[in-house]
């Protein structure tokens, strides 16, 4: 059973930049080459919703709301999946999980899409 854990969250100034990062548990040796992966996240009080995704091809998405600021890329000799955040804002303070999908050749941004799931990684931004 893959388990994912995320990482780079932080207290961050609104402007400012972040990180994150999605890698396999310790021990687990499986390639993230074969999963589309997607991150979500969930602001207190609100539904979590996907922000971006990338297919295990390559091919990415954005949520409308991020598209600009965030940049999801993969590093094949790390085994990890980066979120970059530029600009950040206070309306990105949030849990940010990712999740790994094995079924699909392209990437989806529904919840319903991946099987696998991190704890998530908190992400704070002051004004």
């Known amino acids: 059973q893959l388990q994912l854990v995320e990482s780079g969250g932080g207290l961050v100034q609104s402007g400012g930049s972040l990180r994150l990062s999605c890698a396999p548990a310790s021990g687990f040796i499986l390639s993230l080459d074969y999963y589309a992966i997607g991150w979500f996240r969930q602001a207190p009080g609100k539904e979590r919703e996907g922000v971006s995704c990338?297919?295990?091809?390559?091919?990415?998405e954005y949520a409308e709301s991020v598209k600009g600021r965030f940049t999801i890329s993969r590093d094949n000799a790390k085994n990890t999946i980066f979120l970059e955040i530029n600009n950040v804002k206070p309306e990105d303070t949030a849990v940010y999980y990712c999740?790994?999908?094995?079924?699909?050749?392209?990437?989806?941004?529904?919840?319903?899409?991946?099987?696998?799931w991190g704890q998530g990684t908190h992400v704070t931004v002051s004004s």
């Open positions: 990338i297919s295990r091809r390559g091919n990415t």
């Open positions: 999740a790994a999908d094995r079924n699909r050749n392209m990437c989806g941004m529904a919840e319903s899409l991946y099987d696998h």
